[in-house]
């Protein structure tokens, strides 16, 4: 071992070990779609698009009216979760719905978008559209949260403190 620096820089390094090969087992398309219907986001989401298909009415913050989370809470079988959880993960998922364009919030009302009802009965081609979802940064799921507050858009309001 040495101390001299121009020593250590120029020493050639010693050769690489060979990457070990690394075998991951083989799915075929049958069994992943499988996979992906048995999703829990994509079963949540086929089950409220179906919910809302006829339209549903929504508080005047644009959020699920109570009676209303109960009743997706069951859809989407939660029913081993909190009750606070329930409502939150409800939330979530028809915000998510929303932002995958999946759902529309028109005139107080909770519809599914007519153009993307055919993917109820394609789970790989909704999951790539709950993905695309995720894709755009923005404040989408911070405002499912009561606690953090947000402008008549859904964004989170610039001017009001947090409150814990």
Request: proline share 10%; charged share 20%.
């Amino acid at each position: 071992m040495t101390d001299n620096l121009i020593a250590i820089s120029s020493a050639v390094p010693p050769p690489a070990a060979a990457p070990r090969q690394l075998n991951l087992p083989a799915a075929g398309l049958p069994e992943v779609a499988a996979d992906i219907a048995t999703a829990p986001a994509v079963r949540w989401l086929r089950a409220l698009m179906g919910w809302a298909e006829t339209g549903r009415p929504m508080a005047e913050s644009g959020r699920l009216r109570p009676a209303d989370l109960t009743e997706v809470a069951a859809l989407l079988d939660l029913g081993t979760a909190a009750s606070k959880e329930q409502d939150l993960l409800a939330g979530i998922a028809v915000r998510w719905g929303t932002e995958a364009a999946l759902l529309r919030l028109r005139t107080g009302q909770l519809q599914t978008a007519k153009r993307h009802l055919p993917l109820i009965t394609d789970p790989p081609a909704l999951w790539l559209r709950l993905l695309t979802a995720l894709d755009r940064p923005d404040t989408s799921f911070t405002n499912c949260s009561p606690n953090i507050p947000v402008t008549s858009t859904g964004a989170i309001h610039p001017a009001r403190t947090w409150r814990t």
